[in-house]
């Protein structure tokens, strides 16, 4: 049936802002809502439960999902009977505001809390609801992926850090790892089900474990060394790492289990010691090119890949000459870079020294060209290589091109004939900084 009256299936529809995080949470509310018998709806206007998953990290995100949030307003002027859910870190960083300055919220969750979500609408409340504790993990929701052989594995929550400018450790409470015996039981479970690459999710994912007691205490490095040893899969991907805790144990684990990819994100935010501590990073430039230099000791053909913002409070001159100096003495194979974003309950959002929006304009033009730049010089190493491609489909600027990534996480664009989920050797024949092009080899595969 496709009506939404009585009997019918109810349908959800839900709208993903932010990072993999809340991907991944997302899979788990379309897990949990199958599970309590809704299916997805192909637009906002045809469900009956609109969700939103949000994300708070910087102003833009925030002002986004406010423009979505309007449609939501109309459609439920229309159709009283509809739902409008709102989770992740921007309901928690608002919390109990939500219903004041959108009345036509009905419940609101913090990140993580979907099972809250479950039982709001398993109970008779009528009234607005909102769920803002931090708990214990959310239990095991079913998940719905997105592609059946590519699965995010949530190795904690939350965050012990300091970061001056961000949110994250007010939206999602103090870091709790979950036991390693369970997650080495998920990634079994994943695998049976015919997954080949999981990515390892956490705030800091290399301070994994430390709170954990007993017989589930685990390192990270000693984690990723149980995953690889699990049959069938194939890659092992994880983000974000912090500096700080960037061991040799992690980097060796890189060099010696074939399936951990040589891949790592590792976020610098300012190549300026000073701005670092004003950050309150932990770390200083020499200690951060200490790190990469070990990388680039253990695992040569490494792909390095940075967030960096540029602006925040007090950056002088000098301190984004520093920035763009880490910039082309690592060489990233691709950078994420922000405008600094002053953000409620921060300490960087009390900080003076504003830099005005033409410098800091100014700063990102000469940072993306950098980093964009070195990416592409980075990428040319691909060419005449041969690197094996996990193939997602077809690509979406030419769908008679397939589309996949390439261990180092480089999207890959080739001609071939291959299915989504197979792993192919692509022949690279061309590069710019984001993509590789080329062809499937075929004779491997007959062969
Ligand atoms: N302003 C700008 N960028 C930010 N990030 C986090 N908080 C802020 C902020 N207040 C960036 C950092 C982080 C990435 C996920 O977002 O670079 O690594
Ligand atoms: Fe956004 Fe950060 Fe929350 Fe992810 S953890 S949804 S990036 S605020």
Not at 305 to 332: K, N, Q, R
Request: aromatic share 6%.
């Amino acid at each position: 049936m496709e009506t939404t009256g009585q009997g019918a299936a109810k349908r959800f529809h839900v709208t993903t802002f932010g990072c993999q995080m809340n991907e991944h949470d997302s899979e788990r509310m379309r897990g949990m809502l199958s599970s309590l018998g809704y299916t997805e709806a192909p637009s906002r206007e045809q469900a009956d439960l609109i969700l939103f998953n949000t994300c708070s990290i910087r102003e833009n995100a925030d002002s986004r999902f406010i423009a979505h949030l309007g449609e939501a307003k109309r459609l439920k002027s229309e159709q009283p009977d509809v739902v409008v859910g709102v989770g992740g870190c921007w309901a928690q960083s608002v919390k109990d505001e939500v219903f004041e300055r959108f009345p036509f919220v009905d419940v609101a969750f913090g990140p993580g809390q979907i099972h809250k979500l479950a039982e709001f609408l398993t109970s008779d409340s009528l009234s607005a609801q909102g769920y803002f504790e931090f708990e214990d993990f959310a239990g095991h929701l079913p998940t719905q992926r997105t592609r059946p052989f590519q699965a995010w594995l949530q190795i904690s929550q939350g965050c012990n850090c300091v970061c001056s400018y961000c949110i994250v450790p007010s939206t999602r409470g103090r870091e709790a790892s979950r036991p390693s015996g369970e997650l080495l039981a998920e990634v079994r479970a994943l695998a049976a089900d015919g997954v080949r690459e999981v990515t390892l999710l956490g705030q800091n994912v290399n301070s994994y474990g430390r709170d954990l007691r007993g017989e589930g205490r685990m390192t990270f490095a000693d984690l990723l060394r149980a995953v690889d040893a699990v049959d069938g899969i194939e890659r092992i991907r994880y983000t974000s790492p912090h500096p700080k805790d960037m061991k040799e144990d992690v980097i060796l684990a890189h060099a010696e289990c074939p399936s951990v990819c040589e891949h790592i994100h590792l976020p610098l935010q300012s190549g300026s010691s000073r701005i670092l501590k004003q950050m309150r990073r932990t770390y200083d430039r020499d200690r951060y090119l200490d790190r990469v230099a070990l990388i680039r000791e253990h695992v040569p053909d490494a792909a390095l890949t940075t967030d960096i913002i540029v602006g925040f409070p007090g950056e002088t001159d000098e301190d984004f000459e520093a920035t763009l100096e880490v910039v082309e003495e690592v060489g990233y194979d691709g950078a994420f870079t922000f405008v600094f974003s002053p953000r409620r309950g921060t300490l960087a959002a009390e900080l003076d020294g504003r830099v005005p929006h033409p410098v800091k304009k100014e700063r990102m033009g000469r940072l993306v060209e950098a980093v964009q730049r070195r990416a592409r010089e980075r990428a040319e190493r691909f060419v005449g290589r041969t690197v094996d491609v996990l193939v997602e489909g077809p690509s979406r600027t030419d769908p008679s091109r397939l589309r996949g990534r390439s261990r180092h996480n480089k999207a890959v664009n080739f001609d071939g004939t291959a299915g989504p989920g197979e792993i192919v050797e692509v022949e690279v024949a061309a590069a710019t900084s984001q993509t590789l092009l080329g062809t499937e080899v075929l004779l491997s595969r007959a062969g």
